[in-house]
């Protein structure tokens, strides 16, 4: 085995973005373009492929949501692809994941039903296809509450309280899943998956802490998980643009396994009711 073979998959959890709510008269898109770059990933870090081979480099994401008028229900497409470090060609894909599903969005809830592939680009080789459904509860905390239909001037308007911030609980299962492994090393057949997250700032929200949690538990062992990813770090806002540092790990919950690396992100959000 070769030493780079040592790294796991990159396996994110695609689709985990707050859908926005619903409006009557109104069919609107958004979603976000991201640029990420692996600025410290060593050997016993992630991937460039779903076998973990090569070195993980550079990430390229592309979210999109459509809401449909006048309903909850919403058309999610995901992707994202991964440059290997070893081939030199930031533009050189190795790895490909999609994500495609229907989510229904109530007040603070949504449900959510996809199929998802992690897909090598540049050879042949370990590949994942499945499908999950996922319950996942959001809401957010110290934003300013309007309680009339006007909108007042910024500086008239209520104001955000001293922290200002959201998260999201989210439990899911795997409808159909013959590979897609639990742990990060690839034992194990995954069944089910939970996740944290939240983000907390201050009362102006330009500098935002954040972070995550995925779990994943093992097909026929209940719901204890044995595989987890953290991603934690610092992000700074404004007006949709976002640049972020973050680090994350892999690691195996129930034996020896961690995968540590860090990751610079550089985020666009776009939303088409701006431009109506």
Do not use: C
């Not at 016993?44 to 779903?50: H, K, L, N, W």
């Not at 592309?62 to 995901?78: Q, R, V």
């Not at 309280?161 to 439990?171: C, N």
């Not at 949709?240 to 550089?266: C, H, I, N, T």
């Amino acid at each position: 085995m070769s030493a780079s073979a040592r790294a796991v998959p990159l396996q994110k959890t695609l689709g985990q973005r707050t859908l926005p709510n619903a409006e009557k008269n109104k069919r609107f898109q958004t979603g976000f373009i991201r640029v990420g770059h692996f600025f410290k990933n060593d050997l016993d870090g992630v991937g460039a492929r779903p076998d973990g081979t090569g070195t993980a480099y550079n990430m390229y994401q592309l979210y999109f949501n459509d809401s449909f008028e006048g309903k909850k229900s919403n058309f999610i497409a995901d992707t994202m692809f991964l440059s290997d470090k070893e081939r030199g060609n930031n533009f050189n894909f190795t790895q490909f994941n999609y994500l495609l599903g229907m989510a229904f969005k109530g007040p603070i809830w949504t449900l959510q039903f996809e199929r998802e592939e992690d897909l090598p680009l540049d050879r042949g080789g370990v590949s994942y296809r499945y499908w999950d459904a996922r319950a996942s509860m959001s809401d957010t905390f110290g934003e300013p509450k309007r309680t009339g239909p006007g909108r007042l001037p910024a500086h008239m308007g209520p104001k955000a309280g001293p922290i200002r911030g959201s998260y999201t609980l989210m439990a899911g299962y795997f409808l159909h899943n013959n590979s897609y492994p639990a742990r990060p090393t690839g034992r194990g057949v995954a069944q089910m998956r939970y996740r944290a997250s939240g983000e907390v700032s201050n009362s102006a929200g330009n500098i935002w802490l954040v972070g995550s949690a995925d779990f994943l538990t093992q097909e026929h062992r209940a719901i204890k998980p044995v595989g987890m990813d953290v991603s934690y770090g610092v992000a700074f806002k404004q007006a949709g643009a976002e640049v972020s540092v973050l680090r994350e790990y892999r690691k195996v919950l129930d034996g020896p396994g961690f995968f540590p690396y860090w990751l610079l992100q550089m985020t666009y959000a776009f939303d088409t009711r701006k431009f109506k």
